[in-house]
DNA sequence: CCTTGACCTTCCAGTAACGGGAACCCTTAT
DNA sequence: ATAAGGGTTCCCGTTACTGGAAGGTCAAGG
């Protein structure tokens, strides 16, 4: 099987599975060609791999939870706690993204969005700072 | 007023002062030695972007906002459009986090977390895909 | 005058997880 | 022979910074 191919079956992109054998996730064979050759395995890691990241694990923790899958003496223990740290990560971005949305959400509500040029947003984000966090800057930052 | 006070004031760091000027968001003034001088002016820039990157304004609609917020002219309805904009992708990466965070809960409450080989959670990741959302891999990615 | 230490400067590299695109090879069909 | 549609590697760009090196500046102390 091609790459395109487990491309489809897995619904990851081509460029992602060279990716990840890149960082060595994966080790497909090659054929002599030098074509990548992907087995009913490869299928099965790159599925486990595109749930994992649905589920928002960092390429580090699914290369653990990949490690601990084809580990059959781990224990359950390991990858429970990763999780949960996961988890745990999950909760607090949703408790940040929350408080912004309430914030501006208020903002907004607080905004007629007519032609004047008074607008409640921008005199909000003027003012100085209290109950302002900085989290770091990147940690709450959008993506696409 | 040297950078290292500014970034006292503003609660950023020099660092991410630095940058914002490299990219345009603010100019300080220099003095002969090379140094930056911030004024009122600066802080209330730096203040303003401090206080919309918090609330997770893109640097690019940080960029916008500035530029409204120092047009006396500008509409407020131009505002309040980037807010809207900004509070619907807030909405859903809330969504997509809950999403994650109910699944990933489910799987961790199944499992014991004891030394042994079974794991409910890995058994769940081996799955074939059923249900699961490929986002575009980083949208919901972790940082930090 | 010299040194020390705390500032300041610029520049370069690295981060996470890919995506875009160029340049080029392989295979198959016409 | 050639065109289309795979495949490959390699490099750059993305976001919003952070860390660190190399070096200039300034005030105080001996």
Request: charged share 30%.
């Amino acid at each position: 099987m091609n790459i395109s191919q487990a491309a489809k079956a897995t619904g990851l992109p081509a460029k992602t599975i060279r990716y990840y054998e890149e960082i060595g996730l994966i080790q497909p064979t090659r054929r002599d060609n030098g074509y990548r050759t992907f087995t009913e395995t490869s299928l099965h890691q790159l599925n486990f791999l595109a749930r994992a990241r649905a589920l928002g694990f960092s390429i580090d923790h699914c290369r653990s939870l990949l490690a601990l899958w084809e580990d059959r003496d781990r224990a359950s223990a390991d990858v429970r706690r990763i999780a949960l740290k996961h988890l745990d990560e999950i909760e607090e971005k949703i408790c940040d993204l929350t408080e912004m949305r309430d914030t501006l959400g208020e903002l907004v509500r607080t905004c007629d969005g007519d032609g004047r040029p008074d607008c409640p947003i921008l005199n909000s984000l003027s003012q100085s700072s209290s109950g302002r966090k900085y989290h770091g800057g990147v940690a709450l930052a959008r993506r696409g």
